[in-house]
């Protein structure tokens, strides 16, 4: 009871320190950071060196920095109970307390516990993209809600305040969605789409909800991007981004780099472009070769990949003038460890409520339906991988699949896992072969990349 308490009056505390900073004055506005900054060292003083709160400090008095202007466009041209309300599901529930539960529950169980959780609501989508497994597997599978709830209410005792929703398209299930975003206000529901279904009546609940944000794939340009999702998609995706931006609904953008689109998604007139229309974060995505009807030739080469580590790095540089922060699942290994997966720092539950180490391994031995989060986290499968991590020491190679194809067959074998594959089974030798030759191809690439990173 104390500690609900405790949490409660936290989370008030902190309420009125960001109506502050979203008061568009500056000097209030720094006040108010610099004050949030102490709230957080008190928080976490004895986990950080001071330095680190001090470096935070010194981002704040600096009006020209690059996660300043992050921060004014956040508390500037997002919704206020939008803006007020990540910032305390983010901010507080999943950095601070969550963050701090986490770490506790790591000790107690002797297991990986997630910071964030991914789960497909529906396997169904309305569109059928080259490459994309998704679009292969049809409406066979949906989450109830009842599913969905006991998920994020497991996850958040242990600590988990993010949740991701893919697909299929996850927003055929809106309803449901907006449901659970109002049954549990306190965490942060991202939805990856296609923009589709985004309309008017739908970013007017979520609005009013303030606790559920939108990561739009888009590809490039109109000709890159149609080509693999479809003729209008494009058109669909501008319509969607103006419609949250007038809402002012946080958004962001999910792209998947492959070997025919990698210079149009990076370019500086698209990142200007999707920057303008008010995304302002994106995560990048590799292709990978996953399905039994996986198109290889989209795997990008090691030159491609090459030229996007040093391309992402530049464009988050202070030597871009560019308001956009991408984030790259597979090139940023090294800021993380390695491989993130199997609730190290993520999991994957498909629609039909297999356990994925990661939304890109279809093998599982476990299920939602009749085990407990912690009973998945501590399962063969995903105790495996976290003997295994990190699956190689350059973290330019962080993937037991992609990277280290022999560590994922051997995981596989030894725990017996099954595919989870929706559209059809895919053993681990096929998946794994498909690997073999891209692993080689990149791994010198690497090793010169990872020492020059060293020295």
């Known amino acids: 009871m104390a500690n609900n308490i405790s949490h409660s009056f936290q989370r008030k505390a902190l309420s009125p320190i960001i109506d502050m900073g979203m008061n568009k004055l500056g000097d209030n506005r720094k006040k108010a950071l610099l004050k949030t900054v102490d709230f957080v060292e008190q928080f976490w003083g004895d986990d950080y060196p001071k330095e680190k709160f001090d470096n935070v400090r010194q981002e704040i008095e600096n009006p020209d920095s690059k996660v300043m202007h992050m921060v004014n466009y956040l508390l500037d041209e997002i919704n206020p109970n939008v803006a007020k309300t990540t910032i305390l599901n983010l901010g507080y529930e999943a950095f601070l307390k969550g963050t701090k539960t986490i770490r506790k529950n790591r000790e107690i169980y002797g297991c990986n516990i997630p910071w964030l959780i991914l789960f497909d609501p529906t396997s169904a989508c309305n569109m059928h993209c080259a490459g994309c497994w998704s679009g292969t597997y049809g409406n066979k599978h949906n989450l109830t809600f009842e599913d969905m709830d006991k998920i994020v209410t497991e996850g958040k005792e242990l600590g988990v305040y993010i949740y991701m929703l893919t697909g299929g398209e996850p ?51 109109p000709d890159t991007n149609d080509a693999r999702r479809g003729e209008g998609h494009y058109a669909a995706v501008m319509s969607a981004m103006d419609k949250l931006k007038s809402y002012g609904i946080l958004f962001g953008t999910s792209i998947c780099y492959t070997s025919q689109n990698i210079e149009a998604v990076t370019s500086d007139s698209f990142l200007k472009m999707i920057s303008d229309k008010g995304a302002k974060f994106g995560f990048y995505f590799h292709y990978m070769p996953v399905g039994n009807k996986a198109v290889t030739e989209l795997l990008p080469t090691p030159e491609q990949r090459k030229y996007m580590i040093e391309r992402i790095r530049f464009v988050r540089s202070k030597d871009c003038d560019i308001p956009f922060f991408p984030m790259d699942f597979q090139n940023d290994g090294e800021y993380v460890g390695g491989c993130i997966a199997a609730g190290r720092n993520y999991f994957h539950i498909n629609s039909a409520g297999d356990a994925e180490p990661c939304v890109f391994i279809h093998y599982s031995d476990s299920n939602i339906h009749d085990k407990s989060i912690i009973e998945i986290l501590k399962s063969p499968l995903f105790m495996a991988y976290r003997e295994g991590q990190p699956f190689n020491k350059n973290h330019l190679m962080p993937c037991p699949m992609l990277e280290n194809p022999q560590c994922l067959e051997a995981i596989v074998k030894k725990t017996g896992a099954l595919s989870t594959d929706l559209e059809s089974l895919e053993n681990v030798e096929h998946l794994c072969s498909k690997c073999k030759e891209y692993s080689q191809n990149w791994k010198s690439v690497a090793g010169q990349l990872w020492k020059t990173k060293q020295n």
Not at 173 to 178: Q, T
Not at 199 to 208: G, I
């Open 171 to 221: 927003l055929v299930r809106k309803n449901d969605i907006l449901r659970l975003a109002e049954k549990h206000n306190d965490v942060e529901l991202a939805v990856y789409t296609n923009s589709t279904l985004i309309d008017d009546e739908l970013c007017e609940k979520v609005q009013k909800l303030g606790n559920i944000a939108f990561l739009l794939s888009i590809e490039g340009t």
